[in-house]
């Protein structure tokens, strides 16, 4: 068995419910799923704990680990000027804990992921339209007029990545979406253990 044969990752465009289903995967699947933490050098915000919202890293140790290749995927977000990434730790910590590595991750760090790791489920999650997408923005009531058009225009953009994804799930109804994505898991964990 591979590294990646127990792996799962998780994108889509802001809005499309990710942080709720994965809450609600996890929660729910009888297969042991363990999120897995990204690292940012990103100062933390009220609340947030290191090793739980993220790890946080200063510019020089992101660059060290980067440099020695600790992560499995990394980028500079430059409308934010920060890094992000996912650690191979974090791989070793899903393993050490016989649990599948679960990344939510942006789709540009999916796809890199799964160039290492082809054999990955990779689910990609929609919503049954732009609009919906737009609303569920809007009703965050978190950011300006001008972010919300920036991630709309980003939602196109990712959208037409959505065909390298091994599934993809419309988020119509969460209980719906989350029993799709638990189904998928299990019936690769059957797979895996044939």
């Known amino acids: 068995m591979s590294d990646g ?20 995967v996890i929660a729910e699947s009888s297969v042991k799923l363990m999120k897995m933490v990204s690292a940012t050098t990103r100062p933390p915000r009220e609340g947030e704990v290191d090793g739980e919202a993220y790890w946080f890293l200063s510019d020089d140790e992101f660059t060290r680990r980067r440099e020695n290749d600790e992560f499995i995927e990394y980028e500079e977000v430059f409308s934010q000027g920060y890094w992000y990434g996912t650690l191979k730790s974090e791989l070793a910590r899903a393993a050490e804990n016989s649990a599948w590595a679960f990344l939510e991750i942006d789709v540009q760090g999916a796809l890199r992921v799964m160039d290492q790791y082809p054999q990955i489920v990779s689910i990609f999650l929609t919503t049954p339209s732009e609009e919906v997408f737009e609303q569920r923005l809007r009703d965050r009531g978190t950011e300006s007029e001008v ?48």
């Open 5 to 24: 044969d127990r792996m799962l990752v998780l994108s889509g465009p802001s809005g499309s419910g990710k942080s709720t289903i994965v809450n609600r």
């Open 147 to 194: 972010v919300i058009q920036k991630r709309l225009q980003r939602a196109r953009t990712e959208l037409e990545s959505a065909h390298r994804y091994r599934h993809q799930v419309c988020n119509d109804t969460l209980d719906r979406a989350v029993a799709e994505i638990i189904e998928i898991v299990v019936s690769r964990e059957a797979e895996l253990n044939a």
